[in-house]
């Protein structure tokens, strides 16, 4: 089983609005991540949360704010979204951040993000 | 810096055989894969290669040359459903162990 799950599949919001993404998984991963992905566009990644622990932050805006609060959650808060932050937020897990096989990274279906 | 290059787009017809390559210049590397992402779904892990040679899984198998900087995805039997867009990664190494780099993505037409 290399399922993530992502809720909500859509949302639409206005730029003064509060809203969480969720992800979810029970491979046992410890290594957790949020893409960014605008149309035509590879995923760029965001962070990265190893143990539960952020370990990498791509200089995202603070309007974005990751949590963790387990090892198998993953949440990311958003609050005075600008429209250019409309896309496909897409988050992945893997055994850890290191190397080798195991820790292949699985993707979510991803939460379309509107805003207006 | 980083850079990764694949071509953007490729058709090919449904029974044939496609190669899609890819070029790679990082400051570290601990492994590449390919994923396949039709529109609109996530990215689906095809494949990985951290050692030269080639990795063959059914109708996929994906070549790797380190000293090249170069891999490839070969995809045999096209099927209709193959249409989709094809992402070669790159791997960091130490404190960017879990950071993947993405090319730009090749979108693959395969016409009847």
């Known amino acids: 089983d290399t399922e993530v799950t992502q809720t909500p599949k859509h949302l639409v919001m206005g730029m003064t609005n509060k809203k969480s993404l969720k992800c979810e998984q029970h491979m046992g991963h410890r290594a957790m991540y949020w893409y960014k992905q605008k149309a035509k566009k590879p995923p760029e990644l965001m962070f990265v949360?190893?143990?539960?622990?952020?370990?990498i932050n791509e200089s995202v805006p603070s309007r974005f704010s990751p949590e963790c609060p387990n090892s198998s959650l993953l949440n990311l808060h958003l609050h005075a979204l600008q429209p250019e932050d409309s896309a496909l937020y897409l988050c992945?897990?893997?055994?850890?951040?290191?190397?080798?096989?195991?820790?292949?990274?699985?993707f979510g279906p991803g939460t379309r993000l509107t805003v207006l | 810096g980083q850079n990764i290059d694949q071509p953007t787009e490729m058709t090919a017809t449904e029974g044939a055989i496609v190669q899609i390559n890819c070029t790679y210049q990082t400051s570290g590397f601990n492994g590449l894969f390919w994923y396949q992402q039709h529109a609109g779904e996530a990215p689906t892990f095809l494949s990985y290669n951290v050692l030269d040679g080639l990795e063959e899984k059914g109708r996929f198998s994906s070549f790797l040359s380190r000293s090249k900087g170069y891999s490839y995805l070969l995809l045999k039997e096209l099927q209709m459903k193959d249409s989709a867009s094809y992402l070669c990664?790159?791997?960091?190494?130490?404190?960017?162990?879990?950071?993947?780099?993405f090319g730009q993505g090749t979108e693959l037409s395969v016409k009847p």
């Open positions: 990664a790159v791997r960091g190494r130490g404190n960017q162990g879990g950071k993947l780099i």
């Open positions: 992945a897990s893997s055994q850890s951040d290191g190397g080798g096989f195991i820790d292949t990274q699985y």
């Open positions: 949360y190893s143990y539960e622990k952020l370990s």
